[in-house]
């Protein structure tokens, strides 16, 4: 029983699933509902798809995430920066607008769907981590740029486009004389009374003696009242026959069933990108889930997360949908508005249902600036150049990542921009532990605690040197730590004993042991003992399968503390100095 509840969460929440659960799971429903409509469209539009497809993508997604995943707040569906690595991975199998266009955007989703569920399966949840965080947030904030900027074609009205910011800037540019006024003043309203629904509308009405929860309510609903305001503009005024451009006829039916296109050649095309949209979907579903989750002190299982994700994007494209995962601003206002269970995303369904077969005629004048506005407002939110700042005043390796990620992504694309990140993130992980913090240490008098010799006043004895290593031994620093030790010793005649302290290693692989085994038979050469401490129970095991023990000149010791103290009176000599370098 407890394998089935692990692969399906639902049999776990359901079977205490009470009133009140759903009522407050019903109430968050009709905010993100409300939320959730105009920013499906626009989705949509942001991945070259038609505006019905926004909608259709947050219906069956949401419902198998709900039986799949583990989080109790997350909200499924289009997010900018998927939608936008969708259009870009799309842009290069077909052009937008066409049968294959759609038909691509079904196997996208299909791809990112089996990977996910392949990840969950093989437990693989932990290659997130290999995604450093403040690559991450590099990419998402350039990616919120070239977004933002992308759209201001729709807020104009004029032909644009492009996958840099140097291609989007300039088509903006040279299109600039042939700006339409309408769409231009459409746009700009919608624009100006999103940033003040988001920043100012809460707080005017609070001081109007609206309540906390009734006020948010009227927050999130800003957009439908900016939707239904140029729409009706539109219509009324008949600013569609001016060159305002509108989505147009929607069909008004339940998602259909559809097959993605599963031809070799076409999954060759789209494997690559499909691969990157899952990792970057998966980071940012996961980030957002656990950070809600460990406010109620509830937990996600990041494994169980990859299946819920991956039966969310195999039902995107099966309904006509496109690919999805887990958005920060829908899941942040689905825990804010009460939800209890994943059923608040089913009852969210529900409700999208409803508008797909209801509410569809009624947007047909919907202008495009409206939802780019949509857009616009909505990706600012996750651009933070902070993040330089903030990166260069604590590490500059980690400045130098986030810099070039942003760059890159900014100048050569998404796609280009996301392998980027990976390969930087990796890069930037082997060169920290490639160089691994290596300390001298003494003893401080009086106690048996040994600390840096740079840092402490401390006693050392001539014949004796003590390296106490900060990280794992590999492949990519044991050679750093051979050419350490030797340098060390070559330096001073007077050593007798190498003590290496092991307290800070929690692995040594083989080519480490070659390695420490190099150093001891060069010690050896030279009349000098190496001996190990503290080292732990898992890397002693793997030590013992091997010669080096066996072969070791010194000894292996429980503490430091004994390791010098045999150390220090197997060396005749002066007596132990106290120093401190600076």
């Not at 009706?232 to 998602?255: E, F, K, T, Y």
């Not at 299946?307 to 039902?315: H, P, R, S, T, Y």
């Not at 050392?460 to 044991?478: C, G, H, K, M, Q």
Request: hydrophobic content about 50%.
């Amino acid at each position: 029983m407890h394998r089935v509840t692990r692969f399906f969460p639902i049999l776990t929440w359901g079977r205490s699933y009470d009133r009140a659960a759903f009522t407050d799971d019903l109430i968050a429903a009709v905010i993100v509902t409300i939320m959730l409509i105009p920013q499906s469209l626009a989705y949509a539009l942001l991945a070259g798809m038609p505006p019905e497809a926004g909608l259709y993508a947050s219906i069956a997604p949401i419902i198998l995430y709900a039986v799949f995943g583990t989080s109790r707040a997350l909200a499924v569906g289009p997010v900018a920066v998927v939608s936008l690595m969708t259009a870009a991975a799309l842009g290069e199998v077909a052009a937008q607008g066409t049968a294959g266009y759609a038909a691509a955007a079904l196997t996208l989703a299909a791809l990112s769907g089996a990977i996910l569920l392949a990840m969950g399966l093989l437990r693989l949840g932990f290659l997130a981590n290999f995604l450093s965080h403040p690559v991450i947030s590099g990419f998402i904030t350039a990616s919120g740029i070239l977004i933002a900027v992308g759209q201001l074609r729709h807020i104009l009205g004029i032909e644009g486009g492009g996958d840099t910011l140097i291609e989007i800037g300039t088509r903006l540019v040279e299109n600039l004389e042939r700006t339409n006024i309408a769409t231009l003043a459409l746009g700009a309203a919608a624009l100006g009374f999103l940033f003040w629904v988001r920043r100012g509308l809460k707080p005017a009405l609070r001081r109007l003696g609206l309540g906390p929860r009734t006020a948010d309510i009227a927050t999130k609903a800003g957009p439908v009242v900016a939707v239904v305001a140029t729409t009706l503009a539109v219509w009324g005024l008949g600013l569609d026959a001016r060159g305002v451009a509108i989505v147009g006829q929607v069909p008004q039916s339940l998602p259909p069933l559809t097959l993605p296109d599963l031809s070799p050649p076409l999954i060759g095309q789209l494997f690559v990108p499909a691969l990157l949209i899952s990792v970057i979907g998966f980071v940012e579903s996961i980030s957002v889930a656990q950070t809600l989750a460990a406010r109620r002190r509830e937990r996600v299982r990041p494994d169980q997360e990859l299946i819920g994700l991956g039966a969310a994007n195999l039902g995107a494209a099966f309904t006509g949908g496109f690919p999805v995962t887990g958005g920060f601003s829908r899941s942040v206002v689905n825990f804010d508005a009460g939800a209890r269970t994943p059923a608040a995303g089913a009852f969210t369904a529900v409700g999208l249902t409803v508008a797909a077969l209801m509410l569809t005629p009624a947007i047909r004048y919907l202008p495009n600036a409206t939802l780019a506005a949509t857009i616009i407002v909505a990706v600012l939110g996750l651009v933070d150049l902070g993040v330089l700042r903030r990166a260069w005043a604590y590490s500059r390796a980690d400045f130098a990542a986030v810099a070039a990620t942003i760059a890159v992504t900014l100048l050569l694309g998404v796609e280009i921009g996301v392998s980027a990140g990976v390969a930087i993130s990796v890069l930037l992980y082997l060169f920290k532990t490639s160089r691994p913090h290596i300390a001298e240490v003494g003893r401080i008098p009086g106690t048996e605690h040994f600390r840096n010799i740079h840092r402490h006043e401390v006693e050392t004895t001539p014949a004796v040197v003590t390296l106490r290593i900060d990280e794992s031994l590999y492949f990519a620093n044991a050679r750093f730590l051979e050419d350490h030790i030797l340098d060390r010793v070559t330096r001073d005649p007077a050593v007798r004993h190498v003590i290496l302290q092991f307290s800070a290693v929690n692995e040594v692989d083989l080519s480490a042991l070659e390695s420490l085994e190099a150093i001891n038979d060069r010690l050896r050469e030279m009349g000098v003992k190496l001996h190990l401490s503290e080292v732990k129970g898992p890397v002693m095991d793997r030590l013992e399968r091997a010669h080096l023990l066996g072969e070791l000149t010194g000894n292996v010791y429980l503490s430091q503390h004994a390791a010098a103290e045999d150390a220090a009176s197997a060396s005749p000599g002066p007596a132990p100095q106290s120093e401190r370098t600076t």
